[in-house]
């Protein structure tokens, strides 16, 4: 951790990691944590220092969450994903994220001695996946080589997690907001973001950018939030445009029989099954941009 510079661009916290030789010209790699673990910039940093890349890897708080918390901190997110789970929490992280990136990226660019000329590379974890999902698809920014971990196919997926969990905690989440739904209530606008996240649905979209992206998956096959099924049907459906543009190689799922969701190194330290697992991450990600985003 000691080679991390914390800074704050465009408004964004930040930690810097430089590449594994500095004095060589190095392309960036932009990293979004989870909700889950690793659910900070800190510890995404801890999980994947990335050091044998030679690239600039910033790692960068979302939206909403640790040092970004509303006034109200814990409490008040909670009461926002209750009374609207969709427009209050999840949109508002991922789509400020993806808004916000092009100014950090330049701020970086500014700053650091990067060099664009192999794109930008970009690694996202669960909510942090889906606002690379969303990048992917939206954004313009020449973004060549991708990690997706822990994501899942649609926004459907994500809100029939999210009732499983108002579900569980019923009878004490009433106790404390008496207004709480074990069903989340959609409306007119949160139907148009269903279509918006349906990336099965828009995973065509991924061909206007040329050549198309470097796709890594990564899921566990335990994972309880984002069954692997749903993930293997997103890569399926994907799978087929990069064939028909005989880009095949550029796209790839690996999943780890022994994680679920989270991908914590403190608990994979009694667990050897899942601390082999996470190597096996380290490594197959660190790999997938040595190859891919090379200047």
């Not at 060549?144 to 809100?159: R, Y």
């Not at 991924?206 to 990564?218: D, E, H, I, S, T």
């Not at 999943?255 to 490594?283: G, V, Y």
Request: proline share 6%; charged share 20%.
């Amino acid at each position: 951790m000691s080679s991390l510079k914390s800074l704050e661009l465009a408004g964004v916290p930040v930690l810097v990691r430089p590449p594994a030789n500095p004095s060589l010209s190095a392309p960036l790699i932009v990293l979004w944590h989870g909700a889950g673990i690793p659910g900070s910039e800190e510890m995404l940093a801890e999980l994947l220092p990335l050091e044998e890349v030679q690239a600039w890897k910033a790692y960068l708080g979302l939206p909403l969450f640790g040092k970004r918390l509303p006034v109200g901190g814990t409490d008040e997110m909670t009461r926002r994903q209750l009374e609207d789970y969709v427009l209050q929490a999840l949109l508002p992280t991922i789509e400020q994220a993806m808004q916000e990136l092009p100014h950090v990226v330049r701020a970086l660019q500014a700053r650091f001695s990067i060099d664009d000329r192999a794109g930008i590379g970009l690694f996202g974890f669960s909510v942090g996946g889906i606002a690379a999902l969303l990048t992917l698809l939206e954004s313009s920014l020449p973004i060549t080589t991708a990690v997706l971990a822990g994501v899942t196919k649609d926004l459907v997926s994500v809100v029939n997690n999210y009732e499983r969990i108002v579900q569980g905690a019923y009878s004490t989440l009433k106790e404390k907001y008496p207004w709480v739904e074990k069903r989340y209530c959609w409306s007119a606008e949160s139907e148009v973001a269903k279509q918006r996240l349906d990336f099965m649905a828009r995973a065509s979209n991924l061909q206007k950018r040329q050549p198309m992206p470097a796709v890594l998956f990564v899921q566990g096959t335990q994972d309880e939030i984002f069954p692997v099924s749903e993930v293997k049907d997103l890569y399926a459906t994907v799978a087929a445009y990069y064939e028909q543009a005989a880009q095949s190689h550029r796209l790839s799922i690996r999943t780890f029989e022994h994680l679920k969701h989270n991908i914590d190194l403190e608990a994979a330290q009694n667990a050897p099954d899942m601390q082999q697992n996470i190597s096996e991450i380290q490594r197959i990600v660190a790999a997938w941009f040595s190859q891919h985003l090379s200047s």
